[in-house]
C-alpha cells in the first residue's frame, strides 16, 4: 500500500441499508478526514479525526458514522442509506500538528456511491 | 459565514498563460491550498500559501494577498493535460479547510 486507499470504488445501494466505506493510509498521519463532493459544490467536510481514538463532527454529518480506533483506518458508515447520500466520497489524511507546517491533506481514489 | 469564491468555467489556448481567481472568508486564516482534480478521480496538491506573496513552482505560480482576502492560481505554457479543474480552499482558525466549488479549466488546441 502507498498513500491512501478506498473501497470500494463504487457502490449501488438501496435505501434503508446500512453501508460502510473503507478507508486506510500507510503514511502514519495522525489527522484524517472524510468529505462528499456534489455536482457544483465544494467538497463538505462530513467527519474529522485528528488523532487515534477521537472524532469530531464537520459540515454535514447527519447521517454519517465513523470511528478510529487506529491510526491507518478511519471507515465511513452509512446506518440507513438514502437517495440524498448518492455522492463521490472521498477520504484524506494530513500529518496536522496543531496548525506547524502546512497540514497538506492527501486523498484516497474516492467512492462513488448510489441510493436507489 | 465562511465563502470561497472562483469562477466556475475558464478556457485557455494551448501555449498561453492562464489566471484562475480565488476570493475567500473565514473565522481566522492558516493558509490557501491550490489542488488540482481530473475528472473522476481524486484532488491533487498543488500549493500552499501562508505569507503574502508569490510562490512559483516549475509552470504553476500561486498568489496571496491576506489583506484583500485573495489568492490566484498562474499557469503558464498551458498544456492539454492542464484541462482539469482547480479547487481553491482556506483554512480556518480551527485548521479546517474550506473548499470553493471549483474552476473547471478547458484548454482549446
Known amino acids: 500500500i502507498a498513500g491512501i486507499t478506498q473501497a470500494p470504488t463504487s457502490q449501488i445501494l438501496a435505501a434503508g441499508r446500512r453501508m460502510t466505506l473503507r478507508c486506510t493510509q500507510d503514511m502514519r498521519h495522525n489527522a484524517m478526514y472524510w468529505y462528499r463532493q456534489d455536482l457544483g459544490l465544494g467538497l463538505r467536510l462530513i467527519h474529522y479525526s485528528n488523532t487515534a481514538g477521537t472524532t469530531g463532527k464537520g459540515e454535514v454529518p447527519d447521517g454519517y458514522s465513523v470511528s478510529r480506533a487506529n491510526t491507518d483506518d478511519f471507515p465511513l458508515t452509512l446506518a440507513s442509506a438514502v437517495p440524498s447520500q448518492t455522492s463521490v466520497y472521498f477520504c484524506?489524511?494530513?500529518?496536522?500538528?496543531?496548525?506547524?507546517?502546512?497540514?497538506?491533506?492527501?486523498f484516497g481514489p474516492g467512492t462513488r456511491l448510489t441510493v436507489l | 459565514g465562511q465563502n470561497i469564491d472562483q469562477p466556475t468555467e475558464m478556457t485557455a489556448t494551448e501555449g498561453a498563460i492562464v489566471q484562475i481567481n480565488c476570493t475567500y472568508q473565514t473565522s481566522g486564516f492558516n493558509g490557501l491550498f491550490w489542488y488540482q482534480q481530473h475528472a473522476g478521480e481524486a484532488p491533487t496538491f498543488l500549493s500552499y500559501?501562508?505569507l503574502d506573496g508569490l510562490e512559483e513552482k516549475g509552470r504553476f505560480s500561486s498568489f496571496l494577498s491576506r489583506s484583500k482576502g485573495y489568492s490566484y492560481l498562474l499557469l503558464k505554457e498551458l498544456q492539454m493535460k492542464d484541462s482539469a479543474s482547480y479547487l481553491c480552499?482556506?483554512?480556518?482558525?480551527?485548521?479546517?479547510?474550506?473548499w470553493g466549488a471549483g474552476t473547471k479549466l478547458i484548454i482549446k488546441p
Open positions: 480552499a482556506a483554512m480556518d482558525s480551527n485548521y479546517q479547510l474550506i
Open positions: 484524506a489524511s494530513s500529518d496536522s500538528n496543531g496548525g506547524q507546517g502546512t497540514d497538506t491533506q492527501y
Open positions: 500559501n501562508v
